[in-house]
């Protein structure tokens, strides 16, 4: 073995050692508490149909996008399309990009410039982190969700001469389920003229009757500089897309690389997003049976304040078993895996040490019998340890 990949064997090495190595696994046949797919509608057989229904009325003269969006021209449908977003998210304009990742990385890459400042909730997702390294913008955490913090680092960043301070945070956050005090800071970033940036990942579509996210269901969006919506969590698809000020996309049509310089989505793609849309503003009970079940789940587990695991406060889909310990935590996942749930364990080093987690996801299609079991196994195992 050379020495590269000899460094690599080591790594690997020690991530086994660390109880945290990755390997792909087929799709489970479990009943599904684990993924984003929070209104169905990735399993919906009158969406499917849908989407085939438009798709063989539209001129398709390709599979593919056969190129990026600048260089093989874009699909009159595509344009309709973002001009609907815009509708939907109550923005001048919308950029659709290949994935919230790319979009998230794209937008810190190439809004801030070497003089601004990003502040960011320590809590963001990966791609945002991305896009704060590939930025020439200087970077600070601020604790999670903490307005003091946030304001001592905004009057810190104020200080610096002719520098635009970027605030970026979630309004659901993926890992905990919580949602940001939006009201909040934005107080603090109108005090302080700062840019908010929204990650509406896991409030799209499950919020407002269009499933236009939370930001607009609280009537905030007028205050936030950009937001991201994604199309492969809710919306059951692919995807995401940015709402903000026409100048904003033009600029991000000049000069985001990771929407420049890729292939574009298929046309299948957006025909999804659209559809989908428009399937959640006729069928609003996929939303009603979603916060049902949410309460359903948070109700059934109220005896678990007898024992040593937390479930945290979150009226979100994302819900939260606070275990602690690596080995305690991936022991209480995998019974219930075992018992036929699909739940995951979060360990350290994705969360500190200690603070390791089980996330429970609900969707709108989960029995209220299985939501029932679930929770009795959780509460028999709780007891247990
Ligand atoms: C908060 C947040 N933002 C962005 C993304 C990335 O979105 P996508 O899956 O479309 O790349 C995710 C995905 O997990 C997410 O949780």
């Known amino acids: 073995m050379n020495q590269l990949l000899e460094r690599l064997q080591e790594k690997l090495q020690k991530r086994k050692q660390e109880g945290n190595f990755r390997i792909l696994k087929p799709q489970s046949c479990l009943v599904d508490f684990s993924s984003n797919d929070y209104l169905g509608l990735a399993r919906n057989s009158i ?25 093989s021209g874009t699909h009159p449908y595509v344009l309709d399309l973002e001009a609907f977003l815009a509708q939907i998210f109550q923005a001048e304009a919308c950029l659709v990009f290949n994935s919230g990742y790319q979009l998230n990385t794209a937008i810190l890459a190439t809004i801030p410039q070497k003089n601004d400042i ?11 982190r991305e896009g704060k390294h590939l930025s020439l913008a200087q970077s600070h955490y601020f604790r999670h969700s ?30 905990d389920g919580d949602i940001a005090p939006l009201h909040e800071i934005i107080r603090l970033c109108k005090q302080y003229e700062a840019y908010l940036i929204v990650d509406e990942a896991h409030s799209t579509g499950i919020y407002g009757r269009q499933g236009e996210g939370y930001c607009i269901a609280q009537n905030l969006h007028q205050d936030i500089f950009a937001r991201i919506y ?32 890729t292939t574009a ?31 359903f789940f948070r109700t ?28 305690r935590t991936k022991l209480f996942a995998q019974k219930l895996q075992e018992a ?42 709780a007891k247990e340890m």
Not at 120 to 128: G, K, N, Q, R, T
Not at 364 to 376: G, P
Request: proline share 4%; glycine share 6%.
């Open 47 to 71: 969406l499917q149909k849908n989407i085939e229904n438009t798709l063989t009325q539209l001129p398709q003269p390709h599979l593919g996008a056969t190129g990026s969006r600048l260089l």
């Open 118 to 128: 990003i502040l960011c909730d320590e809590l963001l997702h990966a791609s945002l």
């Open 146 to 175: 903490d307005l003091e913090d946030l304001e001592k680092k905004l009057q810190k960043a104020q200080e610096k001469p002719h520098t635009n301070i970027f605030v970026v945070v979630e309004s659901v956050y993926s890992m």
């Open 230 to 261: 994604t199309f492969g969590k809710a919306i059951g698809g692919h995807g995401a897309c940015i709402a903000g000020s026409k100048i904003l996309i033009d600029y991000l049509i000049n000069f985001a690389r990771a929407f420049i310089y």
């Open 265 to 295: 989505l298929p046309l299948h793609s957006y025909v999804h997003i659209r559809q989908a849309f428009e399937y959640i503003a006729e069928n609003a009970y996929l939303q009603e049976n979603l916060y049902q079940k949410i309460t």
């Open 300 to 327: 059934s587990l109220r005896n678990l304040s007898h024992t040593s695991i937390l479930l945290k406060e979150s009226y979100t889909p994302i819900q939260i078993l606070k275990i602690g310990g690596n080995e």
């Open 340 to 381: 036929g749930f699909d739940v995951r364990p979060v360990l350290s080093p994705t969360v500190k040490a200690g603070q390791e987690i089980i996330r429970v996801c609900l969707h709108a299609f989960n029995a209220e019998k299985e939501i029932a079991e679930l929770c009795q196994n959780i509460l028999i195992l």
